[in-house]
């Protein structure tokens, strides 16, 4: 009896063990995403003067919202300058994340131990309070810089104002993410055999020339992923901003698109056009990440091909 | 190395390679910047923090801490907890929906299963604001916006987690254990508790560990559902103190104070942890 059951019972196992991830994705991931589309084509109709309880009304808006949000300066104005911060954060972030990786997999370097401790450290700081330690660093009565520059007599640039409050907030983020993919990359590093830079060692190689011409094309799909990682996130930018926005007035309140998705349904109460900006984020995320994914595949075969 | 010993004619063999040497301290001095401003600047009392040079220590404190404990009747402490509390049941329940998920996908042949796993992790795709905004008004509609749980629900599902779980369960589970184990009339929940379970331990407490820190330094969603400050995050309400300090700048010593002590079990933790556990396993890897 037993031993009948069995086959239905191993054929619905894997559905019971996935039943709590199953539920949880429709119910937190999938109903949401809907949910937003839903809003994102509707709009709240005002009658009258809008008092009285039927005065306002949901309507059916079709494309409006996200006519409205494509052609809002201020989102524009947004993306151009997470753009700009992008191009700032993720190639130096990944730049450093790579040099660090090869020096912790080199030979003859000393304190790799605690190098690679200390750099991923800042993982575990929070953005919130990254931001908060470095805006303060930035003061310019606490700041080191302004007491040097103060003692010599030359001139204190303002951190957070201006071009300088790109490069300010780009410290942040890659103070706090360099560590995490430094890791990602080293634990590629270390998959590669040993014998490959063994045999190129004996064959004359430089430490840099092995760096170089094998390991880092040997990680080519560590690097992929973690450029994929880095530009969603960079998109998203959020809490850093925000919580350097008390410390200066640099920082509006739609410096980054998701900053104003925020704005507009929590304090301008318009969730219709705060749910179209967020499926446009959502889209140009997807269509960045996966035409970067894309280029990378298609180079990767083209020297594959080679 | 060894060619290198061979070679007698080299003077130094174990010559350190100065400059990575000297970029990797470099790197790490940068790292170390804020975390040794905090620690200074903790130390110092309210006038000193805007008069005295950066790295010079001040001498207040203990009665910065005690001045941080008496906020509004030891709010910050409260915070602390929260944060104790979402992380920590947080984390272990979305280790387990992990686990779960996981070990499904990897130790069962059927119908769907990458379709299946496709989609969940295609979650890890989706912007958290798409989802925290709507997230935010279907909560509302249950009338669990605001409430712990309107910041607990959304993170258990962990597409990375189930990810990391199903590469740990193919390399630390093999099939032949399981195979035995059912001949031997175990049931399939019995096989996963007593047999699987604990070869995924390793592996499991990686996932803990990255979802721990992940809702740990959540700021994002706790940020859009909470409103009461009672039920805040480490994060949010040291956000909320730094933006009333604009108004009155006594506060900002607490805020420095407070991020010290919000920074350093963290710290202490992975300094802890990483006696027996690897980093690497952080991203998937496995020895075989």
Request: glycine share 8%.
């Amino acid at each position: 009896m037993t031993r009948r059951r069995r086959p239905g019972a191993r054929r619905r196992a894997p559905w019971a063990f996935l039943a709590p991830a199953i539920v949880l994705f429709l119910l937190f991931f999938a109903l949401p995403i809907g949910y937003a589309i839903h809003l994102s084509l509707r709009t709240i109709e005002v009658q009258g003067l809008g008092l009285g309880s039927g005065a306002r009304s949901e309507v059916w808006a079709g494309l409006s919202n996200y006519a409205d949000a494509l052609s809002d300066p201020e989102l524009l104005d947004g993306a151009l300058r997470v753009g700009v911060y992008g191009l700032i954060v993720v190639p130096v972030m990944l730049g450093l994340a790579l040099l660090f990786a090869l020096i912790l997999d080199a030979d003859r370097v000393r304190g790799r131990r605690f190098g690679r401790l200390v750099i991923f450290l800042p993982y575990a700081v929070p953005g919130v309070i990254a931001a908060l330690l470095w805006g303060f660093l930035y003061l310019p009565s606490v700041s080191p810089l302004h007491h040097t520059l103060d003692a010599l007599g030359l001139p204190e640039p303002d951190l957070l104002g201006g071009g300088a409050l790109y490069a300010a907030l780009a410290n942040i983020a890659v103070w706090g993410g360099t560590g995490f993919n430094m890791i990602v990359i080293y634990t590629a590093l270390r998959a590669i055999p040993a014998d490959v830079h063994e045999a190129a060692r004996l064959d004359g190689c430089s430490q840099l020339q092995i760096a170089l011409r094998i390991k880092v094309p040997m990680v080519t799909p560590a690097l992929v992923l973690t450029f994929f990682f880095s530009i969603i996130a960079t998109l998203q930018v959020f809490s850093e901003p925000t919580t350097l926005r008390p410390l200066t007035n640099g920082i509006s309140t739609t410096w980054s698109p998701l900053m104003k998705v925020y704005r507009d349904a929590f304090d301008t109460g318009d969730v219709h056009s705060a749910a179209a900006t967020a499926v446009v984020i959502a889209v140009v995320t997807l269509a960045l990440s996966f035409g970067f994914l894309r280029a990378a595949g298609a180079r990767t075969r083209q020297e594959e091909a080679r | 190395m060894t060619a290198q010993a061979l070679r007698p004619g080299r003077a130094a063999p174990r010559r350190v390679a100065l400059l990575p040497t000297a970029a990797l301290l470099l790197g790490a001095l940068y790292c170390l910047v804020p975390v040794a401003w905090v620690l200074v600047a903790s130390t110092k009392a309210g006038d000193e923090l805007f008069s005295t040079f950066t790295f010079a220590p001040g001498t207040g404190l203990l009665d910065n801490i005690a001045d941080l404990s008496a906020y509004r009747d030891g709010v910050y402490w409260r915070w602390m907890a929260n944060s104790v509390l979402y992380a920590g049941v947080g984390a272990v329940l979305s280790c387990a929906v992990s686990a779960l998920g996981g070990y499904a996908l990897a130790v069962y042949r059927f119908r769907g299963r990458e379709a299946v796993f496709g989609v969940l992790l295609a979650g890890v795709l989706m912007p958290p604001v798409i989802l925290a905004v709507p997230q935010y008004l279907l909560l509302a509609e249950a009338d669990l916006a605001g409430s712990r749980l309107s910041v607990l629900l959304p993170v258990l599902l962990s597409p990375y987690g189930i990810y990391l779980a199903r590469i740990y369960a193919t390399a630390a589970v093999p099939s032949d254990v399981l195979e035995a184990a059912r001949m031997d009339g175990a049931g399939e929940w019995r096989t996963f508790r007593t047999i699987a379970l604990p070869m995924m331990l390793p592996g499991l407490v990686t996932i803990f560990l990255f979802q721990f820190v992940a809702i740990w330094n959540n700021f994002l969603l706790p940020f859009i559902m909470l409103s009461d400050d009672e039920k805040f995050p480490m994060t949010l309400g040291l956000y909320t103190l730094l933006n009333q300090g604009s108004n009155s700048p006594s506060l900002y010593t607490l805020v420095i104070t407070g991020s010290l002590l919000a920074v350093l079990p963290l710290i202490a933790l992975f300094l802890f942890i990483q006696r027996f556990w690897s980093l690497d396993l952080l991203t998937g890897a496995v020895k075989s």
